[in-house]
């Protein structure tokens, strides 16, 4: 896999503007995804997962979202402040994205068909019929039987399923280099999910689309992603790569994350569940955001704002006091072994 | 969608039944003796009871029933008391001048108001937005018959712009053929006549056009907002599609099922409601017709009057619903 980002978010600070004033939905965060890679988004409702993605697209609602601060670089371009023109370009043929709710996503009055082509036409010159065959092929590709009957079919004549495959073809239909998903599965049954979830790793390893994973499921994070990144509250409180976050996470968030996934081996009484709820973007202006809802908080907590702090592992770093030693003292490991060499 | 369709098609039998049942019963309504108050007090007896006869009053109320209804199937609306000439004849001219002015009056609402609409919901909170919604507020609450005269006064009489009322040059009368003059006029290649009969259409069109303009414009806006919301919408935008085809096809396509039916009210609304349009500019339509009749109390012709804009009025809705089915391909299931 090489290493070259795709797309690199560098102190992206995101924020609404209400009646009530500023309301900062995503606070500087940094994050990087490598061509070809699977990077997950996990945190709850309210994180400000999808308006890290809205943002990369340039797709916040006008006059109430808007991006105040940092830099999001896509191949190296700078497209916080591209044109309407050059943005256009950008989405659906360079950056595609897939929705959280298949059954509204795509247009009702709209046979799959003409909405697949229009996906085509836009970035291409191929005529109808090319660009019909295109469609035909991506339908099946992702393994959509009767693909050429469903061109001429409405989207309420699909299931859920269906639908998610027709969305995830439309969106790969011009060969992106980023897919951003955003929780692609949540509405969908199980059974279904595990498909989803497949073809979208197939596509990966097929294309070396790197997709950007959003979702509040660590089992969907588990099952593809490459490496994770976990928010609370608009900003990112750990990252590194899956089995690193899966076997030793070191926020206390994470940790209760994984905690209350359900186990079929244990039976407990009582599923683990993280006390308290997700803050309402810009209440806690002081402080770790964590600290209300964290066992372990002190003092400390409450009055400053933790760094991201490496944790001696690869690219493993978390937003928490706890951790701070720990950078300190590989700080001073490699200082004690330069100075020995 | 075909089988929608009859089955819509045949829904309006017994609405139209239900509707001359109404309307026939309505005449019969009238206290005392129709032919009487036809008449009036001083008649003579042997002069109501022959009117009596006349409108076969003096039957029991259901051969009247069917005799009425037997003369609707077979297109005979009666006769007009105080011409005596079939109102089946009698009425189509007025029809096609109240036909001819609404139709104009509707196309130039749904031109404006369908693109008032949509760009205030595009533009939402802009000064145009503000502007636009503002004067369709205005335009609301504007009374009719005051617009109508403000326009008589600032483009017929100030400016000398624009004829003041009628249908036509009263020097250089249309040869009728469908009473449609537009059409008429451009029939028989005059492109003089068709210039002058479209001159006397402006102003009252327009003072017609005015109030169902604002509130097409006020429902394209509200609607095009909501579509905007949704997702699909959303995922048009991802796709890479510009602001202009995302509003132009995938929400005004969408949009489009409220305002639909507004178009619908407001189109029967305009047929029996140019009665005050038609008064000040002095436009021979069948608000007039009617009008008149009450006037002279000529029973049979407001009666038919009012069932024929009353059938016009089902049949819009009609082709409303047809419309809808057309647009979204959801409806046939359900």
Known sequence: MSKHPVLEVKGLKTSFFTDDGEVPAVDEIDFYINEGEILGIVGESGCGKSVTSLSIMGLLPKGIGKIVGGEILFKGESIVNASEKRMKEIRGKEIAMIF??????????????????????????????????????MLKLVGLPRAKEIMNEYPHQLSGGMRQRVMIAMAMVCNPSLLIADEPTTALDVTIQAQILKLMKDLNKNFNTAIMMITHDLGVVAEVCHR????????????????????????????????????????????????????????IRQGCRFAARCEHAFERCFKENPGLYETGEQGHKVRCFLHQREEEMNVERTVAAGERT | MFAYSIRRIFMVIPVLLGMSIIVFFMIRAIPGNPAQVILGQKATKEAVEALTHKLGLDQPWYVQYFKYLGGLLTGDLGESIRTGASITEEIWPYLAATLELSLAAMLIAIVIGVNAGIISAWFQNSWFDYVAMVLALIGVSMPIFWLGLMEQWIFAINLDLLPTSGREEVRNPVTPITHLYLIDTLLQGNTEQFVQVLQHLVLPSVALATIPMAIIARITRSS??????????????????????????????????????????????????????????????????IYEAIGYRDYPVIQSGILVVATIFILINLLVDLLYAAIDPRIKYN
């Not at chain 1, 247009?107 to 191929?126: C, D, W, Y």
């Not at chain 2, 909501?226 to 510009?242: C, F, H, N, P, Q």
Request: one cysteine or more; aromatic letters at 8%; glycine letters at 8%.
């Open chain 1, 100 to 137: 959280q709710e298949p059954m509204t996503s795509l247009n009702p009055l709209f046979t799959i068909g003409n909405q697949m082509v229009e996906a085509i036409r836009i970035h291409s010159k191929m005529n109808k019929k090319q660009a019909q065959e295109r469609a035909i092929e």
């Open chain 2, 224 to 289: 095009m907002l909501e579509v905007m919301k949704s997702d699909y919408i959303r995922t048009a935008r991802a796709k890479g599609l510009s602001m202009f085809w995302v509003v132009y096809k995938h929400s005004l396509k969408n949009a489009t099922i409220p305002v639909l039916t507004v178009i619908g009210l407001q189109m029967g609304l305009l047929l029996g409601g140019a009665i005050l349009t038609e008064t000040i500019f002095s436009w021979p339509g069948i608000g007039r017709y």
């Open chain 1, 228 to 283: 994770v990144v976990v928010m609370y509250s608009g900003k990112i409180v750990e990252e590194g790569d899956v089995c690193t976050i899966f076997k030793s996470p070191k926020h206390p968030y994470t940790i209760g994350l994984i905690q209350s996934i359900p186990d079929i081996r244990e039976k407990k009484a009582r599923l683990y569940s993280i006390p308290g709820n997700v803050p309402k973007p810009g209440s």
